[in-house]
């Protein structure tokens, strides 16, 4: 059984006439984020408390985009703090 590449993207066009607008915006919404901390990781590494300071975002939403991050292979843990209590990140390079 062959792979088709794309199938889902078009199946999507077919079935339901395109990609929901809802999903386009939430796509959006996640590259502006990503874009945010992945600039703030290029100037230093930075715990989770750091980044929620330096990009304005509660730090439960830093956790949630953070992991998709390190899941995606763009960040990864670095160090942790001198008291052990906090990992820093750092991009994965």
């Known amino acids: 059984m062959e792979v088709e590449k794309g199938k889902t993207a078009k199946y999507l066009r077919?079935?339901?006439?395109?990609?929901?607008?809802?999903a386009k915006e939430n796509l959006k919404e996640f590259n502006a984020i990503k874009k945010k901390m992945l600039d703030a990781l290029k100037e230093e590494d930075l715990t989770v408390k750091q980044m929620s300071e330096k990009i304005g975002m509660p730090t439960h939403?830093?956790?949630y985009y953070l992991m998709s991050l390190v899941k995606y292979g763009l960040v990864k843990t670095g160090e942790i703090d001198d008291m052990d209590e906090y990992y820093t990140y750092k991009l994965n390079k």
């Open 61 to 63: 939403e830093v956790v």
């Open 14 to 22: 077919e079935k339901l006439g395109g990609i929901p607008e809802q």
